[in-house]
């Protein structure tokens, strides 16, 4: 079975431009999780949705992230604009029955 | 504040001792999980203990929990260098909304 999938893997951009991630969960899984990891934070859960509807987007740092999932099989993680202190791990993770499972996480680099 | 402490954050063992990893936590959650995570890789799920008194073994790694003590301990048997890697605990609800402890790096020499 396909687990998780992210993309891109990698991304390296300038700051002020405006970066999407992507994530296509397990099929059949209801939640789906944004997270982030630093050196200096660990690992921190940005928003999830559960059925395609957002339920906590309280870990979101600043206005400048957005998140939508537009339907079952896809989600955004959206930054505009991009600062150097984004530049992280950004995980994304889907669960059925709390069965959490994690994609391979895109890392960002912003300059 | 919700909270998931981990400790020791830092483990270098020999091949072939025993330890044991801690994990507190600070919610009512009555299910933690562990994840392993390599470098640059991602999070590999270990365990998920769902009530009081769980206890689960795979291989050289046995997790058990105990709710009223909100504590829940990662213990290693006779450490083989492919366990090196980062160890977290994560307290979570039933959706799986997680809340991760900062990470246990084990490091396992011969």
């Given at each position: 079975?396909?687990?998780?999938?992210?993309?891109?893997?990698?991304?390296?951009?300038?700051?002020?431009?405006?970066?999407?991630?992507?994530?296509?969960?397990?099929?059949?899984?209801?939640?789906?999780?944004?997270?982030?990891?630093?050196?200096?934070?660990?690992?921190?859960?940005?928003?999830?949705?559960?059925?395609?509807?957002?339920?906590?987007?309280s870990g979101m740092p600043e206005d400048r992230f957005s998140a939508k999932m537009p339907n079952a099989s896809f989600s955004t993680l959206k930054?505009?604009?991009?600062?150097?202190?984004?530049?992280?791990?950004?995980?994304?993770?889907?669960?059925?029955?709390?069965s959490v499972h994690f994609g391979d996480g895109t890392r960002l680099s912003i300059l | 504040e919700l909270k998931v402490e981990q400790n020791p954050l830092f483990l270098s063992m020999q091949e072939g001792k025993n330890y044991t990893i801690y994990c507190n936590y600070s919610t009512t959650s009555d299910r933690l999980y562990w994840y392993r995570q390599d470098p640059g890789k991602s999070l590999e799920s270990l365990f998920v203990l769902l009530s009081n008194g769980a206890v689960k073994q795979e291989g050289?790694?046995?997790?058990?929990?105990?709710?009223?003590?909100?504590?829940?301990?990662?213990?290693?048997?006779?450490?083989?260098?492919?366990l090196s890697a980062t160890y977290f605990c994560a307290d979570g609800g039933s959706q799986g909304n997680l809340i991760f402890g900062k990470g246990t790096k084990l490091s396992v020499k011969p």
């Open positions: 079975d396909a687990g998780v999938i992210q993309s891109p893997r990698h991304e390296v951009t300038e700051m002020g431009q405006e970066v999407t991630l992507r994530c296509k969960p397990i099929s059949g899984h209801d939640y789906l999780f944004w997270y982030r990891q630093t050196m200096m934070r660990g690992l921190e859960l940005l928003i999830y949705f559960n059925n395609n509807v957002p339920i906590d987007d930054i505009q604009p991009s600062e150097p202190r984004d530049s992280a791990v950004y995980f994304c993770a889907s669960s059925l029955a709390g | 050289r790694l046995m997790a058990s929990l105990d709710t009223k003590a909100r504590l829940s301990t990662l213990h290693i048997t006779a450490a083989v260098h492919d």
